[in-house]
C-alpha cells in the first residue's frame, strides 16, 4: 500500500532554513498534486502550500514568499524550502495528496486512494 513519508523536520532558530521532504517508498509515479499542511499543538489543521500536476503552486498568506514548494519528478519527492523561518511556523507538517483517488504506481503495482503522511515536527525557536 501507499504511505507518503515525510523527512527534513528539525529545531531550528529563527531566521533559519529547513527543507522537507514527501515522498512514497516503493513507487515511482502518482497522477495528483500535493499539498503540505501544518498543525501548531492545540490548532487547528493549516494549508500551508500546493503544487499541482503542472507544476503550478500556491501557498498561504502567512508562508508566501518565505517558503517554496517544488517536486522531483524522477524521484517523485516533493519539497517544501522553508526560509525566514519564524516561531509561529512551529508545528507538525505533513503532505497531502490533493485529489481523491491519487494513482500511485510502482513495481507494476497501482493504488488509489487520499493519501496522508503522518508528518514531521518543525520547531522555531526565537
Known amino acids: 500500500q501507499v504511505q507518503l513519508v515525510e523527512s527534513g523536520g528539525g529545531s531550528v532558530q529563527a531566521g533559519e532554513s529547513l527543507r522537507l521532504s514527501c515522498t512514497a517508498p516503493?513507487?515511482?509515479?502518482?497522477?495528483?498534486?500535493m499539498n503540505w499542511y501544518r498543525q501548531a499543538a492545540g490548532q487547528e489543521r493549516e494549508w500551508v502550500s500546493s503544487?499541482?500536476?503542472?507544476?503550478?503552486?500556491s501557498y498561504a498568506d502567512s508562508v508566501r514568499g518565505r517558503f517554496i514548494i517544488s517536486e522531483d519528478k524522477a524521484t517523485d519527492t516533493v519539497y517544501l524550502q522553508m526560509a525566514s523561518l519564524k516561531p509561529e511556523d512551529t508545528a507538525l507538517y505533513s503532505c497531502?495528496?490533493?485529489?481523491?483517488?491519487?494513482?500511485?504506481?510502482?513495481?507494476?503495482?497501482?493504488?488509489?486512494?487520499?493519501?496522508w503522511g503522518r508528518g514531521t515536527q518543525v520547531t522555531v525557536s526565537s
Open positions: 503544487i499541482t500536476t503542472r507544476g503550478h503552486t
Open positions: 497531502k495528496t490533493d485529489s481523491w483517488p491519487c494513482e500511485y504506481c510502482g513495481g507494476g503495482r497501482c493504488y488509489s486512494n487520499n493519501y
Open positions: 516503493g513507487f515511482t509515479s502518482r497522477n495528483c498534486g
